[in-house]
């Protein structure tokens, strides 16, 4: 709904729509839409309590009950981070990855998260870096006490980069699937235990060709995806149905 964007940034080519996440009283502005784009305001997500030591950016969705995960930078995005509140953003917890990590990647110029969870206490995070050397990592993380603590996974059995390859989902029997190539064929890296493989245990999703957003878990038993020509759906993440899409 349109709000109040006295103030704010204006444009004379376009014209700016504010919205307001579902839960009003934890983020306030979250982002404006210009043609057709998503762009957060002032660059920042903008939380009623902020979380110390991170600068938010993005507000990751996990199911219902999992808590508030969001997720963003420190020391002038050397690093990335995630802060969990389990009461509505009053408080936070935070942890910043890579910061006692010998071999992290240096002179990034660009990091993205992405944080998975069904249950909120079994939490992974999928951390995109692009170096300036061309060298550029994928690393997953593993929390199995709703965050407190985190291990990398295994260091030999990395997936491969992409941009965007912080999407991932977690099936309903806890298995993290990474989603590496975007494009027709698909490339799914599975992993539960730290080492991340292909394929990846999943069955009907070998074809999707330009994902439009990454898989959702709409409800409890309910995984969606789509492309540009068709909708996914499964019970699980594993087996996967596909609905093609025609023009109306």
């Not at 969990?84 to 953003?89: A, E, F, K, Q």
């Not at 990855?97 to 990647?105: R, S």
């Not at 996974?153 to 989902?169: I, N």
């Not at 009907?204 to 996914?232: K, S, W």
Request: glycine share 10%.
């Amino acid at each position: 709904m349109p709000g109040d964007t006295s103030g704010d940034p204006s444009d004379d080519q376009a014209q700016f729509s504010e919205f307001y996440a579902a839960r009003r009283d934890v983020v306030r502005r979250t982002a404006y839409l210009l043609c057709g784009d998503w762009h957060w305001a002032d660059d920042l997500t903008q939380l009623a309590a902020q979380p110390a030591n991170l600068t938010p950016i993005a507000v990751n969705p996990t199911p219902p009950g999992t808590g508030l995960w969001v997720s963003g930078f420190v020391q002038q995005g050397r690093y990335t981070g995630v802060a969990v509140s389990r009461d509505n953003g009053r408080t936070w917890s935070t942890h910043v990855f890579g910061k006692d990590e010998a071999d992290y990647p240096t002179g990034v110029n660009n990091q993205q998260v992405g944080i998975v969870t069904l249950d909120g206490t079994t939490v992974y995070a999928v951390v995109t870096a692009v170096q300036n050397d061309g060298k550029n990592r994928l690393l997953v993380y593993r929390s199995a006490d709703g965050g407190l603590t985190w291990q990398r996974g295994d260091r030999g059995h990395e997936p491969p980069w992409l941009q965007h390859g912080e999407r991932a989902f977690v099936t309903a029997d806890g298995t993290l699937v990474v989603q590496t190539v975007i494009e027709n064929p698909a490339e799914w890296y599975a992993g539960t235990s730290g080492a991340f493989t292909k394929p990846a245990p999943t069955t009907g999703l070998e074809h999707i060709d330009q994902m439009g957003q990454p898989v959702q878990l709409a409800a409890p038993g309910v995984y969606t995806a789509f492309d540009r020509t068709a909708v996914y759906t499964s019970p699980d993440g594993l087996h996967w149905t596909r609905r093609q899409v025609g023009p109306s």
